[in-house]
C-alpha cells in the first residue's frame, strides 16, 4: 500500500479544502494511505476539528519551514519531502506532498479520473457532499444566522468574491449579472441570502432592486459581519482567533448556500466552486467561468 503525504498551506480555505478532497479521493481510490500536515497552518486551530469532520490521518513534521507556500519547486520542499519519506515512511511507493498536488491540481485530472477510474462529476459532487460534515460550532452559526433573518425553506443566494481575487484571478462583475442569472418566473421566491466579502455588494444589491422596482418584492438577508474584501495575506497575520470566527462564518454562509433552492456564483472563486459541488451542479450558475475541477 503507498503512502501519500500533503501539507494544508496558506492559500484560502477553500483552495486548500479542495486539494484536501481530491487528496483523499484519489488515496482511497488507488488503495493508499493519506497523511495530511497541519502543522504550520493559517486556520487558527491545530487541525480542521473546529470546523469540519473530516477523518485523516495526521502528521506534524517539525522539520525545515517551508520558504514559500506559493512555491512548490523550492528546494527546501524537496528537501522536507525526502526527511518524510526517510524518517516517517521509508517507502519505495511514496508519494510527496509536491507530487500529489501536482497530480491532483491540474486541469487534466478531472479527465484521468473519468477515464481510469470511472470516476464522473457526480460521484465527486456525492464524495465532497459526504464528507461535509460540519462541527457543531458551525451547525450552531448557520441556526443563529438563519434565526436572526427569519430565513424561510426557500430562497435564493448570491456568493460574490471580490477583495484580492480582483488582482488577477477575476474580474469585477456587474450586479446586473448575477440578476440576469436569476429565473424569478419559475422560482417566485422572496428572499436572496448574500455572502460576500465586500459590504458594497450589498448596497449595489439593494440599489439594483430599487431601480427595477422589486425591492418591496424580493427581502435580502446576510450574515452581520461583511468586510471591505477579503486578502488572503492580511487574513494569515490575524490572530487565531481572529481566523476561527471568520472561518466559522465563512462555512456557515456555505451551508446555507448549500440548501438555497437557487445559486449564483463566480466559478473563478474556489468557494462557488465547492458550493457547485455540494449542490451537484443544480440550479447553480456562474457569472463568469463555466465550472471545472482546476482554476
Known sequence: MKNMYIRW???GFFSELTILMLAKLYSEITNSNLYVDFSNNNIGSKNLNPYINIDVNELTIPI???RSY???RTIQNKLIDFFVNLYYFNSTGFMSHDILFKKIWNKNFEKELLDNFKIDREYISKYF???WILSNNVK???KEIEDRNKMPSNYYSFHIRRGDKLKSESNLVNIEKYFQ???FKEKRLSVIFIATDDIASISEVDNYLKKNKMAKKIKVVTNKNIGSGHNQSDFNIKSNKFKSELIVDLLAEVEI????????GSYTSNISRYIYLLRNGVD???VDNEFSLYY
Open 129 to 131: 457532499l459526504s464528507n
Open 64 to 66: 525545515l519551514r517551508r
Open 284 to 286: 447553480s450558475f456562474s
Open 181 to 183: 442569472k436569476l429565473n
Open 9 to 11: 498551506t496558506s492559500r
Open 70 to 72: 506559493w512555491d512548490h
Open 140 to 142: 450552531k452559526r448557520v
Open 257 to 264: 448556500i448549500r440548501k438555497s433552492s437557487f445559486f449564483v
